[in-house]
């Protein structure tokens, strides 16, 4: 199957401080990744849709500036959590949509747990 | 607002028995449906998926029936496994491939 990877697997650090969390396609070309919020025994909530080369559409209550969203390459996507706070400690997971694959399936990453002290 | 949701929080089950996981949608213009499993601290997997003009879907070891006269979905493990034990999500595919996820049950296999 399709195989999304993520980096890093878990971070922690101080409130304040600014995280990058990476999320690869290894196999195929991800038109179009997703930015979800997992929080402990919940589901999870869609944050935002990127597409390759253009801006990302966001869920309402997402801010914008501070999850910042790049997708600069069919392979790569990346969320910043701008100036984090313990609030946004939680598992982000990413997901893809792949041009040789199914159109509609995504395939997701393994996650990345953030603990914000 | 449109939703995707689950009868059962917990399921537990005796290992080689078979397990049945229930979900309810609302949205009746959706099309696609997926299973996903999700071991803890793990991203979900992909199980099975079904379309809209399909009522019944075999894997292996698993069956996703659905039911559009009263909005059901439902996934069926053969012979459940410790291995299966996860929370098991069915979501609900819109428009412009958005997921829409159930809350999820926890599946729990008995030795």
Request: glycine content about 8%; hydrophobic content about 35%; aromatic content about 10%.
């Amino acid at each position: 199957g399709a195989v999304v990877s993520q980096h890093p697997s878990w971070v922690i650090c101080k409130s304040g401080t600014s995280v990058k969390i990476e999320c690869r396609s290894l196999d195929f070309q991800a038109t179009t990744m997703f930015w979800y919020r997992q929080f402990p025994k919940q589901s999870l909530m869609l944050m935002a849709t990127s597409n390759e080369g253009s801006k990302a559409t966001y869920e309402q209550g997402v801010e914008k500036d501070k999850f910042l969203i790049n997708h600069a390459s069919l392979t790569l996507s990346t969320l910043t959590v701008t100036s984090a706070h313990p609030e946004d400690s939680s598992f982000y997971i990413c997901s893809a949509i792949g041009l040789a694959r199914s159109t509609d399936t995504q395939y997701f990453g393994p996650g990345t747990r953030l603990t914000v002290l | 607002g449109e939703s995707v949701g689950l009868h059962l929080p917990t399921l537990s089950v005796q290992e080689g028995d078979n397990s049945i996981i229930n979900c309810a949608y609302s949205n009746s213009a959706s099309d696609y449906f997926i299973w996903y499993k999700q071991e803890s601290g793990k991203g979900p997997q992909f199980i099975i998926d079904i379309r809209s003009n399909m009522d019944k879907r075999q894997g292996q070891r698993v069956t996703v029936l659905l039911n559009k006269t009263v909005k059901h979905l439902s996934l069926q493990i053969a012979a459940t496994q410790p291995g299966d034990s996860a929370v098991y999500f069915c979501a609900e595919n819109n428009a412009g491939n958005m997921l829409t996820f159930g809350g999820g049950t926890r599946l729990m296999v008995k030795p």
